[in-house]
C-alpha cells in the first residue's frame, strides 16, 4: 500500500488505412499529404465534406484535398483552408463531424472518486476498469495492498491541535491522519479477507481515495466537451482537473490542430 500519482499516457489514435491513404494520396503527392496533413484532419475533411460535398467519400480527398491543405486559409485566419473549414464546423457546432476521430488512453493511478466523476461521461466515452472484485488488494497479495491518492488540500500543512489547555502545544498534520485512516483500513480488509469474507464483498470497506487502473477510448467530440466542464476554473474537484489538462496534452501532442478548440471551449 502506497500513495500513488496519476499517469496518462496516450495508446492509440484514429490512424489512416494505407490503403485510403494512397488513394487519397491521388491527387497529389503522398509525401504532400504526410507533410500537410495529419491522420485525424484527413478524417475530418472527409466527414465534414461528405456533408456538402457531390464526391464520394473515398474520392473528397483526393480531389479535394489540394484545395484545403494545400493553400492558405481563405478567412484570413491562420493556417491552411482546411484549418478555416475546422474552425467553422467548430463554431457552427457541427462536431458531430469530429466524433469520427478517437483516442485510446491508459490511465493509472487515479482515485474511485474521480472515477464516480469521469463516468458520468457517458456518450462519447468508453471504459474498461481494473476491478476491485477480481483483483485482491490485501497486504500479501499479488497487489501488495490498496494504493491511494491524498487530495492536495489534504498534503497542505494543515495541523490540529490536540491540547489546547497544557502549557504545550501537539500538533498533528492532516496528512498524518489520511495515511492514519489508510492504514486502517487496510488492517481492517485484511483480516475480513483472513476471516473468510470474498474479495467482492471485503472491498466495501475500501475509500473513495482507493486508486485503481483504466483504458479509456472518446472521441474528439466527447473529450472537448468533457474539458469545457472539467478544466481549471469551472468548479472541478483538483483530481479531475488535473485529468482534463492531461488528456488534452496528449491529444494536442499527436494532433497539434486541436489546441484552439481546447482553448476555446
Known amino acids: 500500500m502506497a500513495e500513488t500519482q496519476m499517469k496518462v499516457r496516450l495508446i492509440a489514435h484514429t490512424q489512416l488505412t494505407q490503403e485510403f491513404f494512397d488513394e487519397a494520396g491521388d491527387g497529389f503527392h503522398d509525401d504532400d499529404l504526410n507533410q500537410l496533413a495529419s491522420d485525424g484532419q484527413v478524417v475530418a475533411l472527409t466527414a465534414i465534406r461528405s456533408c456538402y460535398s ?19 486559409a481563405s478567412d484570413g485566419g ?3 483552408d482546411a484549418d478555416r473549414l475546422f474552425r467553422h464546423i467548430f463554431a457552427s457546432k457541427h462536431t458531430s463531424t469530429l466524433e469520427h476521430i478517437s483516442f485510446t488512453f491508459a490511465i493509472e493511478g487515479v482515485s474511485r472518486a474521480l472515477l464516480a466523476q469521469l463516468t458520468r461521461h457517458r456518450v ?16 500479501d497479495d499479488r497487489s501488495g495492498g490498496f494504493d491511494y491518492v491524498m487530495p492536495p488540500t489534504v498534503t497542505e ?16 498534520s492532516a496528512a498524518d491522519h489520511f495515511s492514519d485512516a489508510m492504514e ?6 485484511d483480516e475480513l479477507r483472513s476471516l473468510g469474507v ?13 486508486a485503481t487502473n483504466l483504458v479509456m477510448t472518446a472521441n474528439l467530440t466527447a473529450l472537448l466537451s468533457f474539458y469545457s466542464k472539467r478544466k481549471k ?19 494536442v501532442a499527436v494532433e497539434p490542430w486541436t489546441d484552439q478548440f481546447f482553448e476555446e471551449v
Open 54 to 72: 457531390a464526391n464520394k467519400p473515398t474520392e473528397i480527398v483526393a480531389k479535394e484535398g489540394a484545395k484545403y491543405f494545400g493553400s492558405k
Open 184 to 189: 486502517m483500513i487496510q488492517d481492517v480488509y
Open 124 to 139: 462519447g466515452f468508453s471504459f474498461s476498469v481494473q476491478s476491485q472484485r477480481y483483483v485482491r488488494m490485501g497486504s
Open 157 to 172: 500543512d494543515k495541523k490540529v491541535d490536540h491540547s489546547p489547555s497544557l502549557d504545550f502545544t501537539h500538533y498533528i
Open 198 to 210: 470474498p474479495a467482492e464483498d471485503a472491498r466495501a470497506v475500501l475509500p473513495n481515495a482507493a
Open 233 to 251: 476554473g469551472r468548479g472541478a474537484q483538483a483530481e479531475i482537473t488535473e485529468l482534463a489538462e492531461a488528456l488534452r496534452r496528449e491529444v
Open 78 to 80: 491562420t493556417g491552411t
